[in-house]
């Protein structure tokens, strides 16, 4: 019987072989394979049939059970990953031959099949991906990865004096435990010790210097000299350049306390004069122009405080102007805008000879418009003798020009600026050191504390007195805000309540509840009469809100009396549209009554006390009241007798040129028919004045009855003594 070859391929042929699906085709490829992994490594011989028993190999010793079991386990699972794997090689090959066979398609069909082959690719590529999405989970779950635990961080070393490294102190250490580190270590003089005191001296002297302003720096200065300068003076000048180099505004600051320092340490201000030349030849050198303008507005305010030399600036300026830039320029006009002032003073003649300078650069015409327009600026401040360009502000001129010391340096000069200072070094003679500018410091600040302390013992209950006085000064004492930010906060809220109300009664209802003060309510009337003058058109709502308050309190109607006045004063300051609001507003007052009519007593008619501005005012006033209350009743409260005293500036009867303007004013404005008092009491007024003249001249006659007499007897006398004399001259001839 023929042998029959077995037609399942054993899955791990090709993993045995170590073949991958790409490689090329074996000619056994389609020799039977068997199942048997210890068979096919043996030499790969055929398995024959049953029938053919005396052909076959001999049969192993039988193994143990535990051996045999395992053995079968590990077969079974190096099976199963074969056939996995043999699965997948499968599903790659189909893929393989759909996207073949999808290719030889012709033109034609896949023109006329596009959108199907599109969608068939789409879900094709959706199934591998969930395929190969499933199948990475599976190798995942089934093989987990083991994480590692991270190992704990290693403590933190303690903070000891010796484990602090760096140049200029290493890590950060709190102020307390600095402290408390410097009473635990005993000997004073060791490095520890010496390390600790120069970061103390350091962070003090930083934060003395960082917050230094104009209103406190008479105040820092003895808190600067409590401090080691001498030790400190490079973290001291180092301190000043970063503060000014980050805060520009505070220069002329910088420089008033260098000042001071300048006095008592003059090689701590030749340091700092020195670095800061140092920086700006340095930026100057590197066309660092933010740094170069630093470095010449501190210059200028050390040259304003004496500290530095007026030559120190002409030869600063000389060098900017040797070979004209823009930028250049620009740092010289600045620093001449800044020691200007100090310049003129100092050195008349030098500076006289920078602005020929400067005119020869304006001349050439060779730099930027704009710079141009910057030399045209410094000289109108020239003209106007540096006025805005103060060198020495009144709070920061603290040194007299006697006390201190000018250094003169020279920018061609080599420079040391001892950096060394800035970094800690371990001094043996520390203690004595200390001892001594601790004396230093007694002779410097201790003269004005032992005056007091003299003083104190003798004038002991002078001081109780000055302390109760202050004590009660500061009890009455009053904080008054004279930027008036609660009053425009105020008048914020009013507006925006009265622009966001529907109507006047919910404004009404939102400004009774704001909380005003005692004489607040001014502000109220203003602001509402304020938004109507605003408006395009008169509106009633304004008048009904107005109307409202006068109703509810007096102290509103008041207020509204005193904003008549006000505004009939200032009324020519007012636009047509806001006068002819503002106008109508006022009517609605009067005719509703919410307004008293004798604030008319302030209008006086007349050509002389009117302007055309008043005029249009009254007219429209009298118009507006015409249309509330009619012709009639308008007459009948114009004649109300109790009321003509506050009426008679309107209509005048002082003078009939008075009278006569106010009768043709109202009929020009068509409320002729309101004068027809005025206008009888105009055609009476001659037999008033005549009724007048009567009781004047008789009372007249009867006191120069007596005179007459008398002039009549010496006109008689006269009249003979001339008809003597014509006879006596008719004779003669």
Not at 370 to 395: M, N, S, T
Not at 457 to 470: G, H, K, N, T, V
């Amino acid at each position: 019987m023929a042998a029959s070859v077995s037609p399942a391929a054993s899955p791990s042929s090709d993993r045995r072989r170590g073949k991958s699906r790409a490689s090329p085709p074996d000619r056994d490829r389609d020799r039977p394979r068997d199942s048997n992994p210890a068979e096919s490594n043996g030499g790969g011989a055929p398995k024959l049939s049953r029938d053919n028993v005396d052909d076959r190999s001999p049969r192993r010793a039988r193994v143990p059970d535990a051996e045999e079991g395992g053995d079968r386990r590990r077969r079974r699972s190096s099976d199963s990953d074969d056939e996995r794997g043999d699965r997948d090689r499968d599903r790659r090959r189909r893929r393989d031959r759909d996207s073949r066979r999808h290719r030889r398609r012709s033109s034609s069909s896949e023109s006329s099949d596009g959108g199907r082959s599109r969608r068939h690719r789409r879900d094709e590529s959706s199934r591998r991906q969930r395929d190969e999405r499933r199948h990475r989970e599976e190798r995942r779950r089934r093989s987990p990865e083991r994480k590692e635990p991270t190992p704990p961080l290693p403590p933190p070393p303690p903070l000891l004096p010796e484990m602090i490294p760096g140049r200029t102190g290493g890590i950060y250490i709190p102020p307390f435990r600095m402290a408390q580190m410097m009473r635990e270590v005993e000997d004073k003089s060791s490095t520890e010790y010496q390390r600790l005191s120069w970061d103390a001296l350091k962070k003090s002297i930083n934060g003395l210097v960082n917050k230094v302003n104009a209103t406190n720096i008479k105040n820092i200065v003895p808190e600067l000299f409590a401090e080691n300068l001498v030790r400190g003076r490079g973290l001291f000048c180092q301190s000043c350049i970063k503060s000014q180099m980050a805060s520009p505004g505070f220069t002329d600051v910088f420089a008033a306390l260098v000042a001071v320092v300048n006095t008592k340490f003059p090689e701590i201000g030749r340091l700092l004069l020195v670095r800061v030349v140092l920086q700006l030849k340095r930026a100057y050198k590197r066309n660092d122009k933010p740094q170069l303008l630093a470095a010449t507005k501190f210059i200028a305010h050390l040259v304003n405080q004496v500290v530095a030399h007026e030559l120190v600036a002409l030869e600063l300026l000389t060098v900017l102007l040797e070979n004209p830039t823009d930028d250049s320029v620009e740092v010289a006009v600045g620093f001449v805008k800044e020691c200007g002032a100090m310049l003129q003073d100092l050195s008349p003649q030098g500076l006289h000879a920078i602005f020929e300078r400067f005119r020869g650069i304006l001349h050439e015409g060779e730099i930027d418009k704009r710079v141009q327009f910057l030399i045209e600026g410094l000289f109108a401040i020239r003209k106007a003798k540096f006025q805005g360009f103060p060198a020495i502000r009144p709070e920061l001129d603290l040194v007299e020009q006697e006390d201190q010391f000018t250094h003169e340096i020279s920018l061609e000069d080599e420079l040391d600026p001892e950096t060394n200072l800035n970094v800690f070094r371990a001094n043996p003679n520390f203690a004595e050191d200390e001892k001594a500018y601790e004396n230093l410091k007694r002779s410097i600040l201790g003269a004005e504390s032992s005056d007091d302390e003299e003083g104190s013992d003798d004038a002991s209950d002078e001081d109780a007195e000055e302390e109760s006085d202050d004590e009660d000064d500061e009890e009455q004492m009053e904080i008054r805000d004279q930027t008036e930010t609660n009053l425009i906060n105020l008048r914020r809220t009013i507006y925006l309540t009265i622009m966001s109300s529907v109507d006047f009664e919910e404004a009404g209802h939102k400004l009774l509840k704001i909380k005003l003060e005692p004489g607040q309510e001014m502000e109220l009337c203003i602001m509402l009469l304020e938004c109507c003058s605003q408006e395009r058109t008169y509106l009633r709502y304004y008048g009904l809100l107005g109307q409202r308050f006068c109703m509810i309190n007096k102290v509103y109607q008041e207020n509204f009396e005193k904003c008549f006045v006000q505004q009939y004063s200032m009324i020519h300051r007012l636009e047509t549209n806001k006068l002819r609001n503002v106008a109508k507003f006022f009517a609605h007052l009067l005719g509703t009554d919410a307004l008293p009519w004798h604030v008319l007593a302030y209008i006086r008619l007349t050509e002389e006390d009117t302007t055309s501005s008043s005029r249009i005012f009254i007219k429209i006033l009298f118009q507006e009241l015409s249309e509330h209350l009619g012709i009639r009743l308008l007459n009948e409260k114009l004649n109300d007798p109790n009321m003509q005293d506050s009426f008679d500036s309107i209509f005048p009867k002082d003078h009939p040129k008075n009278t006569r303007f106010s009768i043709n004013f109202f009929t020009s404005i068509g409320l002729g028919g309101i004068t027809e008092t005025l206008r009888e009491y105009l055609k009476n007024m001659p037999r008033l004045i005549m009724q007048q003249q009567k009781p004047a001249s008789s009372e007249s006659g009867s006191s120069d009855s007596g005179s007459d007499s008398d002039s009549s007897s010496s006109e008689s006398e006269s009249s003979s003594d001339e008809s003597d004399k014509k006879r006596s001259k008719r004779r003669k001839r």
